[in-house]
Structures are given as C-alpha cells and as structure tokens.
C-alpha cells in the first residue's frame, strides 16, 4: 500500500500546548498537504508544501518536510479545544499529479 | 470560496437498491473530481478520479460496475453505488480541484450510507 503513516495515532493535550503530528510517506513526491476532519465530516485544507520546500507557516500551524526521510511534521501552536479534530497528511506522488494518498491520521484531543 | 456540496448528507437504503450521491462545486469550475471512501476511524481511501466529460478511472480493486460515476459538467458528478449491500455502508467523500488550482483540492461534507 501507498498509504503514508502518522504518527502518533492519538495525542491529548491541554490548551495552550503545542501539538505536534508526524508523517511519513514511502513514495517521491511533488507536494505533501495536511487537511483536519471534524468527527463525520469532510475534510478541511490546511496548508500545502512543496517538495523544494522545507518549512511553510500559516497562522499558528507550521509544517516541515524532509523529502531525505520521507517525513513531514505539523506543529499546532497554543492550541485551542477548537483544534480538536483528527489531522491528515496527504502526498501528491510524483507522476500522478492529480492523486492525493491519504495518511493514517491523528486524532487530537485538546482538553479546555 | 471553493465551496463543494454533497447530497443526501445521509442515507438508509435496502440491500439491492442503487444509491446516488452527487457531488457539486458551488464556486468554481472543477476540471476534477475525485470519490473517496472513509470507513470508520480511519483513513480516507481514493476510489476513483472522474474528469468532465471522460471515463472515470477506478484505483485497484474497486469495482467500475459497482461504482459508476459520472462527470457530466464542471460543476457536477455522481456516484451511483448499485445494488448496494451492507458491507458497502460507510462514509463518502469527493472532493473536487479546480483548473487554477496546483494540487488542492476542496472536500465536500460526506455522504454516510447505511445499507440494511
């Protein structure tokens, strides 16, 4: 399977904590998106990064990547109970630019 | 903006009866769509890639005759599950990626199909 894997499967932490979620991938790939699920619903996007990119911001979430390790990380600064969600890596591999492959996911819980 | 309906949100059916699902973008024109699966806890499983106006392509191991799916417009695609039974009950995602876009794609809400 192309399924990435994330890591850890489930965190629980307090607000105002960071947060932070791996992911790996076993494929080349051309960019690496995380996308956050509320219970039972679609996916939201967060953020995307290329694959000549190596760390991208947006608002309190960072990622990094390191295409060397197949790896990518998200940080949730100060987090908020809102932030509670389940959280997805998604790579678009290398010659199929249109596919996304979904990672396992982590689910996050943030404790008010 | 990059908006992407689904409907029903839910739906509960007999087993042998076909069910459909459309999928549509609101905002934008959607040169893609895709149909993902997502069975409980887990992770999102892509079925098939339809864009307007051509076949479907199906990924490994999902059937094309179970899953038909249609892209007839830019804004528009169905998914047909026929003859639908209860191991086909689970959640439905697509999502759709418009001409402009890099690779993002815009989700719909899901559509949760219980089969009895």
């Known amino acids: 399977s192309q399924q990435g894997e994330e890591d850890p499967q489930a965190l629980s932490i307090q607000e105002g904590e960071n947060a932070t979620m791996n992911c790996s991938y076993k494929?080349?790939?051309?960019?690496l998106q995380w996308y956050r699920q509320n219970s039972g619903r679609g996916l939201v996007h967060l953020i995307l990064?290329?694959?000549?990119?190596r760390e991208k911001h947006s608002g309190r979430l960072r990622v990094t990547l390191d295409t060397s390790k197949k790896s990518s990380s998200l940080l949730i600064t100060a987090s908020r109970a809102a932030d509670t969600a389940s959280y997805f890596c998604?790579?678009?591999?290398?010659?199929?630019?249109?596919?996304?492959?979904f990672g396992t996911g982590t689910l996050l819980a943030v404790q008010p | 903006g990059a908006v992407v309906s689904q409907h029903p949100s839910w739906v509960i059916c007999k087993s042998g009866t076909s069910v459909k699902i459309e999928c549509r973008s609101l905002?934008?024109?959607?040169?893609?769509m895709f149909w993902y699966r997502q069975f409980p806890k887990q992770s999102l499983m892509l079925m098939a890639t339809?864009?307007?106006?051509?076949?479907?392509?199906?990924e490994q191991g999902v059937e094309k005759d179970k899953f038909l799916i249609n892209h007839a417009s830019l804004t528009l695609s169905t998914l047909t599950v026929t003859s639908a039974h209860p191991e086909d009950s689970s959640f439905y995602i697509c999502?759709?990626?418009?001409?402009?876009?890099?690779?993002?794609?815009?989700f719909g809400p899901g559509t949760r199909l219980t089969v009895l």
């Open positions: 999502s759709a990626r418009a001409r402009s876009s890099y690779n993002e794609q815009f």
């Open positions: 494929t080349s790939i051309n960019n």
């Open positions: 990064i290329r694959s000549n990119e």
């Open positions: 998604a790579t678009g591999p290398v010659g199929a630019t249109n596919k996304l492959i």
């Open positions: 905002d934008f024109q959607a040169t893609t």
């Open positions: 339809s864009n307007e106006g051509s076949k479907a392509t199906y």
